[in-house]
């Protein structure tokens, strides 16, 4: 790990595989529009199918509990969320909180949707219930400190990752994503300084290095 070269490398390797991939497709610009490959949605399998159909059937039930239905809502937003179906999977993990509201899971993951949408306050406030109702919710912690980060909230950001890293300190991931907001509040010198540290004391087998 001499000087951090690796970090350069990634980018450059991702550079190279995104230009492999243009490359790879002017090559077949010159066939017919109708003949070119062609994006296809992510279809579910059959057992999701059966799984989804289930799920619908148990839902009209009216014996069912609130924590019933706040399990299937959650359960069918998990199998929309891995189709890629993110409105609905959303809707659903709405539905559930409005049957069971003490749920951290759920929280975390609207957060991780909020994040990515750019609705930093909104996640925030996912986040912090999750972390309220479990204050020991690893991935709401990291999440969170990740959501800081790209709201420009720096130093709050380092706070969290500070934090999630000392609670693991061999992670490399959490090493790195606290040396993320810490290039940004504290400059280049100062988060390497730092890297190298937490480098150094960590048992160094998730660095690849």
């Given at each position: 790990?001499?000087?951090?070269?690796?970090?350069p490398?990634?980018?450059?390797?991702?550079?190279?595989?995104?230009?492999?991939?243009?490359?790879?497709?002017?090559?077949?610009?010159?066939?017919?529009?109708?003949?070119l490959?062609?994006?296809v949605?992510?279809?579910?399998?059959?057992q999701?199918?059966?799984?989804?159909?289930?799920?619908d059937?148990?839902?009209?039930?009216?014996?069912?509990?609130?924590?019933?239905?706040?399990?299937?809502y959650?359960e069918?937003?998990?199998?929309?969320?891995?189709?890629?179906?993110?409105?609905?999977?959303?809707?659903?993990?709405n539905?559930?909180?409005?049957?069971?509201?003490?749920?951290?899971?759920?929280?975390?993951?609207?957060?991780?949707?909020?994040?990515?949408?750019?609705?930093y306050d909104?996640?925030?406030?996912?986040?912090?219930?999750?972390?309220?109702?479990?204050?020991?919710?690893?991935?709401?912690?990291?999440?969170r400190?990740?959501?800081?980060?790209y709201?420009?909230?720096?130093?709050l950001?380092?706070?969290?990752?500070?934090?999630?890293?000392?609670?693991?300190?061999?992670?490399?991931?959490r090493?790195?994503?606290?040396?993320?907001?810490?290039?940004?509040?504290?400059?280049?010198?100062?988060?390497?300084?730092?890297?190298?540290?937490?480098?150094?004391?960590?048992?160094?087998?998730d660095?690849?290095?």
């Amino acid at each position: 790990m001499r000087n951090y070269r690796w970090l350069p490398l990634t980018v450059l390797g991702t550079a190279l595989l995104l230009s492999g991939c243009a490359t790879s497709t002017s090559v077949k610009n010159d066939q017919p529009w109708h003949l070119l490959p062609m994006a296809v949605p992510l279809q579910p399998t059959t057992q999701q199918e059966v799984q989804l159909a289930q799920i619908d059937q148990i839902l009209l039930r009216e014996d069912l509990t609130e924590n019933d239905r706040a399990q299937l809502y959650y359960e069918r937003g998990l199998i929309n969320d891995s189709l890629g179906l993110r409105d609905l999977a959303r809707l659903d993990f709405n539905r559930s909180l409005s049957y069971n509201p003490s749920q951290p899971d759920v929280f975390n993951i609207l957060g991780v949707y909020f994040t990515q949408s750019g609705m930093y306050d909104a996640a925030y406030e996912a986040f912090d219930s999750s972390l309220e109702l479990d204050e020991g919710h690893q991935f709401a912690e990291r999440n969170r400190g990740i959501a800081l980060y790209y709201g420009g909230r720096y130093q709050l950001a380092v706070r969290d990752l500070l934090k999630h890293y000392k609670d693991n300190e061999n992670d490399a991931y959490r090493s790195l994503w606290l040396y993320l907001a810490e290039l940004e509040k504290e400059g280049n010198e100062k988060a390497i300084a730092g890297l190298k540290a937490r480098y150094q004391n960590s048992d160094q087998l998730d660095w690849g290095c």
